[in-house]
């Protein structure tokens, strides 16, 4: 199966900035996802991104909120903006492989003080 | 939309028993369940996963079944080690789309 590195692992932020998350896939993927995991919670999907077209964002995310690039079939970023401390949580991409199914990145923990 | 429940939200068993944990779907037309393991500081790994044309699946000590009809499917782990504690994730999709995750299970296995 595929190995998705994510960048930052961890990091703390201040409130009102920005912080990019980049995945990279060592593999060519059609659909990356990125999903939230705030503390001791389940995985909630922010966005579906495809290479060539606009992310496509879950209700209650918005594009002004988490830009996502893909800019290549190998890579994506997702960026928090103008973060909060509501914003704390685990940010994951995933790809999916077809029949290898979907798999995950080791996270990105993100803590905003 | 698809919505995944999951049971029980914790599980505590002694070294050797078994586990079961079970989660229900509502959407008919997922075809693909996953299960994933996630352990302190880590992604999810996917530990076994099944399709809507198979009934049950199992590999080595763990085990997944599936009811299409009840629209539920299960995660059986036998003879638990102390390795097996962790976060365990449900999923259910409809193929090529999202992923639906359940509420997760924290299984605690005591030596």
């Known amino acids: 199966s595929a190995v998705i590195s994510q960048k930052p692992s961890r990091d703390i932020c201040q409130r009102g900035t920005s912080l990019t998350i980049q995945c990279q896939v060592d593999?060519?993927?059609?659909?990356m996802f990125w999903y939230r995991q705030q503390p001791g919670q389940s995985l909630t999907l922010i966005a579906t991104?495809?290479?060539?077209?606009?992310?496509?964002?879950e209700s209650g995310f918005v594009i002004d909120k988490f830009p996502i690039s893909r800019p290549n079939l190998t890579f994506s970023t997702l960026t928090v903006s103008n973060m909060s401390p509501e914003d704390s949580s685990i940010y994951l991409c995933?790809?999916?492989?077809?029949?290898?199914?979907?798999?995950f990145g080791s996270g990105t923990r993100l803590t905003v003080v | 939309g698809e919505n995944v429940e999951q049971h029980p939200s914790t599980l505590s068993v002694q070294e050797g028993d078994s586990a079961v944990i079970k989660c229900t779907y509502s959407?008919?037309?997922?075809?693909?369940f996953p299960w994933y393991k996630q352990e302190l500081g880590k992604g999810p790994q996917l530990i076994i996963d099944?399709?809507?044309?198979?009934g049950e699946k199992k590999d080595q000590r763990i085990a997944v079944t599936l009811n299409k009809t009840a629209k539920h499917f299960s995660l059986h782990i036998t003879e638990t080690q102390p390795e097996d504690s962790a976060v365990y994730f449900c999923?259910?999709?409809?193929?090529?789309?999202?992923?639906?995750f359940g509420t997760g299970t924290r299984l605690l296995v005591s030596p």
């Open positions: 991104a495809n290479q060539g077209s606009e992310a496509t964002y």
């Open positions: 999923a259910a999709t409809a193929g090529f789309q999202k992923l639906v």
């Open positions: 959407d008919s037309a997922s075809n693909y």
């Open positions: 593999s060519q993927v059609t659909m």
């Open positions: 995933s790809v999916d492989q077809g029949d290898y199914g979907y798999t």
């Open positions: 099944i399709r809507s044309n198979v």
